[in-house]
């Protein structure tokens, strides 16, 4: 038997391992929800763990039931957040908070990973100025180590086997990675640059020659060193788990090469819902297991109050688009300094458990049911954004305007990467192809050759229809240029200023016209246009309509893109509902469901922080086109609904399982 003193005496590790055994912890491959606080340990904290006890940490594991928890360790200052060997850590840690969680966790059977800053490490600059990134001007870089510095080896990857000794860690979640990492001018850089090509000179600038080749190699660095780190705590902790914050995702939207054994990011700032259908739908192809991480609070720019924190209704309706898309939920959420939550967070948390807990058995590694894709273009970010890596900002915006219409459509919709298209194309009835500025030859001939072949294609943006053009029989004419564009057909007119391309329509169809004020009897330019090409056809829109929605979400801009889909595209489910009810059809265990998400409400400004209720939507009719159900399961719940299939309200989501 262990006694107590005897148990204190051990390192915790040792001590885990000799105590009676503890139930199973699930792989983070099975994970579904789970929770992250992290505090990111200062020089200047006094209280550091002081309130942490097994008590609050009990209370807190039984009542939201998390399959893991992610505590800080070390975030972007650099101090490490416990009593550490090798250092730094911070002086106002009072309590050993990892050792509390770790106790309590395993009792549990529930994961413990880390929160762990990375190429962000500021301390570390500080006590190795020769250790930081230098810009193009030699400046020291005063929050990035460089990625060809001696960091990783002789304090990163030791601080890291340290945790996962001393705590017997799950793994490690290991922020400021690929968004904080930037072009490297140390001269540890240039001169591995310069052997590596054998060029003389480095490109300090956009324009100048070989800048993309210099870009390109600071990225290979940035994966050399992500796969080391992986590598070598994987050679002494094979069961430790790694995800690198945002690889994988549309920040760095690559093929998943490196052995990170999960993908995640954090998701935030207005519009999170926005976000997380991009993110999560780009994730779901990635092939491997991933999670999104909601902030529970909100920040916002437009005030000063600091965290504004959201009611557990706001939350749920940012969990549903990542649910659907069949990725598992964390939330994130900073303790107080002395590590203290207040019961009333623990119960926000366990509600929201019970809601995403309630949806598991019919979302959870579900699989997509190809209706509409929607290309998202590596190729463009990395010629034309001159960054490492994302956040891109309003480069990404008409992919976001594109998904956003095409779901305000409630029409079923994917992502597709560029480096998946190929394996993708056919599967997809209809494809859109937003107004990226050089998705490369690639991308273009394979959407050519899926045009050929019977799909619908739908193509905007001036490039992109320049390059169209000659296969569809109409010719640009002149330079695209900033014009005003109002296109008529619904209720109002679309709005639709920004970049046009002119065009000589020649053989094809005009489905559309835009002018250049309200007056819609006089100068008109064709807008849209549509062509038969071999099997399929391919609608040619030389303008700016993703951006334009994405910038305004104006009906105008939306019942648009409906005109153009709906005689082109018919769905596996038609649904007649309100244009704030998202549709995603997804498959899992062989059964189709039809997953309907309320977005009614949702955060989109500042001044808008928090909401605590979200109205009830609704009819919602569903008339299905091929094989008809006997009936359909609405779950959560199991009530049965006969034809004609109507659900007379939705609160925040349900799936339909549809019976044959």
Not at 35 to 55: I, S, W
Not at 411 to 432: G, R
Not at 553 to 575: G, M, N, S, T, Y
Request: positive net charge; charged residues 20%; contains cysteine.
């Amino acid at each position: 038997m262990i006694t107590r003193r005897a148990f204190s005496s051990l390192p915790l590790s040792a001590a885990l391992a000799a105590a009676p055994a503890n139930p199973p912890r699930l792989r983070r491959a099975d994970s579904f929800f789970g929770l992250h606080f992290d505090l990111h340990p200062t020089g200047n904290d006094t209280v550091l763990g002081r309130d942490v006890t097994e008590a609050m940490v009990e209370k807190l594991v039984t009542a939201v039931k998390p399959d893991y928890l992610q505590y800080d360790s070390k975030g972007h200052a650099g101090w490490l957040g416990w009593p550490s060997k090798i250092g730094p850590s911070s002086p106002g840690i009072v309590n050993d908070s990892l050792a509390v969680y770790r106790k309590v966790t395993a009792r549990h059977g529930v994961a413990l990973y880390i929160h762990f800053s990375g190429v962000w490490d500021t301390q570390a600059i500080t006590r190795h100025p020769e250790w930081a990134r230098l810009d193009a001007k030699g400046k020291p870089d005063g929050r990035n180590t460089s990625t060809f510095s001696p960091y990783a080896d002789e304090l990163m990857i030791p601080q890291l086997r340290e945790a996962a000794t001393l705590y017997g860690l799950d793994g490690a979640w290991v922020d400021g990675e690929c968004w904080s990492v930037q072009p490297d001018f140390s001269p540890a850089a240039i001169a591995a640059y310069k052997q590596a090509t054998g060029r003389a000179d480095v490109p300090r600038s956009p324009g100048e020659p070989h800048w993309l080749d210099f870009l390109e190699f600071n990225r290979q660095r940035f994966r050399d060193y992500v796969k080391h780190y992986v590598d070598a705590l994987h050679q002494s902790h094979p069961k430790f788990q790694i995800a690198s914050n945002w690889l994988y995702s549309t920040m760095v939207p690559e093929r998943p090469s490196l052995p990170v054994d999960f993908i995640s990011g954090d998701y935030l700032g207005n519009s999170a819902i926005s976000r997380a259908r991009v993110e999560a739908r780009f994730l779901a192809q990635s092939g491997r297991p991933w999670d999104l991480m909601v902030w529970g609070f909100h920040q916002a720019d437009s005030n000063s109050a600091g965290h504004i924190h959201k009611p557990a209704t706001q939350l749920m309706q940012e969990a549903t688009t990542v649910l659907t898309q069949g990725g598992g939920f964390q939330i994130y959420y900073q303790p107080s300094r002395s590590g203290h939550f207040e019961d009333s967070r623990i119960q926000v948390m366990a509600k929201v458990g019970r809601f995403c807990r309630d949806r598991q058995p019919v979302c959870h590694k579900s699989e997509a049911v190809p209706q509409i894709g929607v290309v998202f273009s590596r190729e463009s970010l990395y010629h034309t954004s001159n960054r490492l890596f994302g956040g891109w900002g309003r480069a990404v915006d008409q992919v976001c305007g594109w998904l956003d219409a095409v779901l305000d459509n409630r029409y079923s919709a994917d992502i597709l990467p560029d480096w998946k298209l190929d394996a993708l194309a056919a599967s997809y009835p209809l494809i859109v192809l937003p107004e990226w500025a050089a998705p490369g030859d690639a991308v273009l001939n394979t959407l050519a050759r899926y045009a050929q072949s019977g799909g619908v294609l739908i193509v905007a943006g001036a490039g992109n229809c320049r390059w169209f053009a000659p296969k569809l029989g109409f010719t640009a004419t002149g330079d695209a240029i900033d014009q005003p564009a109002f296109i008529g057909g619904g209720e109002a007119q679309a709005n639709a200023r920004g970049i046009w391309q002119d065009v000589d329509p020649g053989k094809s169809q005009v489905l559309a016209t835009r002018h250049p004020d309200r007056d819609s009897t006089r100068a008109g330019k064709p807008a849209i246009l549509a062509a038969r090409f071999g099997k399929g056809q391919v609608v040619a829109i030389p303008g700016p309509l993703g951006l334009v929605y994405a910038a305004t979400h104006a009906p105008a801009v939306r019942d648009l893109v409906r005109r153009l889909i709906q005689p082109r595209f018919k769905p596996v489910v038609e649904i007649e509902a309100p244009p704030v009810i998202e549709v995603a059809l997804r498959r899992k265990s062989g059964v189709l469901h039809v997953h309907l998400s309320n977005l009614s409400q949702l955060q989109t400004a500042g001044d808008f922080a928090a909401l605590d209720s979200v109205p009830e939507a609704g009819p919602i009719r569903l008339n299905f086109n091929g094989r008809q159900p006997s009936a359909l399961r609405l779950e959560p719940g199991g009530r049965i609904i006969k034809p004609p299939f109507v659900l007379d309200r939705l609160h925040l989501h349900a799936a339909l399982a549809v019976v044959y």
